[in-house]
C-alpha cells in the first residue's frame, strides 16, 4: 500500500512565516511568477553589473572576463533557484503522473495551494483518474456478467435439452430391454442404459458447475456450501470451509468472483495436488472480503508454471491465470504460496467498495513530496 509523504514546508503551524509568504504569492499565476523572477535578475543583473563596470572600468582584459563569467554564473544559479521554485507544484504533478504512468494507479495529484493554476490540473487528472477508474468498474462488472450470462445460457440449454433427449433415451432403452427375448441382448442394452444414465449425471453435474442456481438464489455462502459438500462426494478430500463475519448478500459481481476463485482453487486441488485436506476460510473484515484457502498437497513452482510457455497440460496455468485475472477485475489481489512438497496457500483480497465505489468515494491516496 502506498503511504502518504507529508512536506513540512506546507505546515502553517511550524513555519507561519513562510506560510504567510505563500498566501501572499496564491493569487499570482505560474507565468507572472516566472516573469517577477526573471526581471528581478535581470535588474539586479543589470544594475550590479553597470555599477561595478563603472567602478572597474580600468581592469585589464583578464580580470574583466572573470567578472563577466562570474556575474552569468550567479544569473544562471539565481535564475535556476527562482524557477525551481516558481515550478515547484509544476515538477511535484508531474513526477505523480509518471509514478501512475507505472502503474501506481492509486496515487492522486497533490494540491498545495501555492499555485492555483498547478492546484486545478490537479484536480482535473485527479477527476480524470477517478472516471477511469470508474469506467474500469463498470467495464469489469460488464465482463463478470457477460460470462456468467453466457454460463448461464449454456447450462439452461444442457439441462433442458440434453439432459431431456438423454432422459429420453434411458426410458427407450428400458422399454426395449424388456421387449427383446435375448438374454444377451437384454444385457447389452443394460450396459448401454448404465452408460447412458452416467453422461446425464455428467451433463447435469457440468450443468451446475456452468452457473450454479443457488448462487444466484440464495447467494454465496450457501453456494459454496452446497459445492464443497458436492466436491467431498466426487473426491477423497477432506474439505473444512468456514465463513467469518460475513452478514449480508455481497454484490453480484462480487458473490461471482469470489465463487469462482474457490471453485478454481478446488478443482485445481482434485486434479494436481494430491491433498488429503483443503481449509477454505472467507471472511470479512477491513471493509474487504478475504479468501484463503490451503492444502497439503505436494505443491508446485508457482514462477515456472506461470511463465511456462502454452500447450499441452496448461490447464492448471490458464486456470491460475483466470483467478489472478478475476480478481483484479475487481481491483483486488490474489496471491499464490507454493513450493515442491509444501503444499500450497492461495489468498485473494477483493475490496467491498471496489464494486460499489462512486467518483467521489473511491479509494485514493493523495501524496506531496
Do not use: C
Request: no cysteine; net charge neutral.
Amino acid at each position: 500500500m502506498t503511504k502518504a509523504i507529508i512536506d513540512d514546508t506546507t505546515n502553517p503551524k511550524k513555519h507561519p512565516g513562510r506560510w504567510r509568504f505563500f498566501r501572499a504569492l496564491n493569487n499570482i499565476s505560474l507565468f507572472y511568477r516566472v516573469l517577477i523572477a526573471n526581471s528581478a535578475i535581470i535588474f539586479i543583473g543589470a544594475t550590479g553589473g553597470t555599477y561595478l563596470a563603472t567602478r572597474l572600468g580600468t581592469l585589464s582584459y583578464t580580470p574583466l572576463v572573470i567578472f563577466v563569467t562570474v556575474g552569468w554564473l550567479v544569473s544562471v544559479v539565481l535564475n535556476f533557484v527562482l524557477l525551481q521554485y516558481a515550478f515547484r507544484p509544476m515538477l511535484k504533478l508531474g513526477r505523480v503522473m509518471d509514478r501512475v504512468q507505472a502503474g501506481e494507479r492509486s496515487l492522486r495529484a497533490p494540491q498545495t495551494g501555492m499555485d492555483p493554476q498547478a492546484d486545478q490540473l490537479a484536480r482535473t487528472f485527479n477527476m480524470m483518474l477517478e472516471a477511469i477508474d470508474e469506467a474500469n468498474r463498470q467495464r469489469a462488472a460488464q465482463i463478470i456478467n457477460a460470462q456468467e450470462e453466457e454460463r448461464k445460457r449454456v447450462a439452461r440449454e444442457l439441462h433442458d435439452e440434453t439432459s431431456q433427449v438423454l432422459t429420453s433415451l434411458l426410458i427407450s432403452l428400458a422399454v426395449l430391454e424388456e421387449s427383446v427375448p435375448s438374454q444377451e441382448a437384454k444385457e447389452r442394452i443394460a450396459e448401454t442404459r448404465q452408460l447412458a444414465h452416467l453422461t446425464l449425471r455428467a451433463i447435469r453435474s457440468l450443468s451446475i458447475d456452468l452457473r450454479p442456481s443457488a448462487l444466484d438464489d440464495l447467494g454465496l455462502l450457501p453456494a459454496l456450501r452446497w459445492y464443497i459438500k458436492e466436491y467431498q462426494q466426487k473426491f477423497a478430500i477432506t474439505v473444512n470451509y468456514q465463513a467469518i463475519g460475513i452478514k449480508d448478500r455481497l454484490s453480484s459481481e462480487m458473490e461471482t468472483v469470489l465463487y469462482r476463485i474457490v471453485q478454481e482453487a478446488l478443482t485445481n486441488v482434485a486434479r494436481h495436488s494430491k491433498a488429503h485436506t483443503v481449509n477454505v476460510t472467507i471472511k470479512e473484515e477491513n471493509n474487504a472480503i478475504n479468501v484463503t484457502i490451503e492444502d497439503d498437497g505436494r505443491g508446485f513452482d508457482v514462477e515456472h508454471l506461470l511463465n511456462k510457455k502454452p500447450g499441452m497440460g496448461q490447464e492448471r496455468g490458464w486456470g491460475l491465470v483466470g483467478m489472478f485475472e478475476r480478481a483484479q477485475l475487481l481491483d483486488g489481489t490474489l496471491e499464490i504460496d507454493s513450493a515442491p512438497d509444501k503444499g500450497t496457500t492461495i489468498h485473494a483480497h477483493i475490496p467491498i467498495r471496489s464494486v460499489i465505489a462512486t467518483p467521489s468515494t473511491s479509494s485514493a491516496t493523495s501524496i506531496t513530496e
